[in-house]
Nanobody, 125 residues
Framework: QVQLKESGGGLVQAGGSLSLSCAAS????????MGWFRQAPGKEREFVAA????????LYADSVKGRFTISRDNAKTTVYLQMNSLKPEDTAVYYC??????????????????WGQGTQVTVSS
């Protein structure tokens, strides 16, 4: 089992920045990938970004490319999402997820095995 705990959400004005963290505990996997997804009210959960733990390679949704950056701290088993130039449409609950075995990165949420509880991000206009 893997436990995930997100933190860092909050309220920010449009154009501002926020940084999210997700700490993983329990069993870990050397070939895992970690990702961020988000879900706005009335919408499906959508992919935001992902990173392969061993290689550090990344994947971003087009909607956040150039504004968000995903990174990881190997020693702390923590993944981060730095969000800049935030827009009201970025408002959502942000979830951290782990895919145990990841030969490639994917945006498909059904392929992720463990999920955090989520943290709210609200961007005011």
């Amino acid at each position: 089992q893997v436990q995930l705990k997100e933190s860092g959400g909050g309220l920010v004005q449009a154009g501002g920045s926020l940084s999210l963290s997700c700490a993983a505990s329990g069993r870990t996997f050397s070939s895992l990938a970690m990702g961020w997804f988000r879900q706005a009210p009335g919408k499906e959960r959508e992919f935001v970004a992902a990173i392969r733990w061993s290689l550090g390679s990344t994947l971003y949704a087009d909607s956040v490319k150039g504004r968000f950056t995903i990174s990881r701290d190997n020693a702390k088993t923590t993944v981060y999402l730095q969000m800049n130039s935030l827009k009201p449409e970025d408002t959502a609950v942000y979830y951290c997820a782990v895919r145990r075995v990841a030969a490639t990165l994917t945006q498909d949420r059904k392929l992720y095995d463990y999920w955090g509880q989520g943290t709210q991000v609200t961007v005011s206009s």
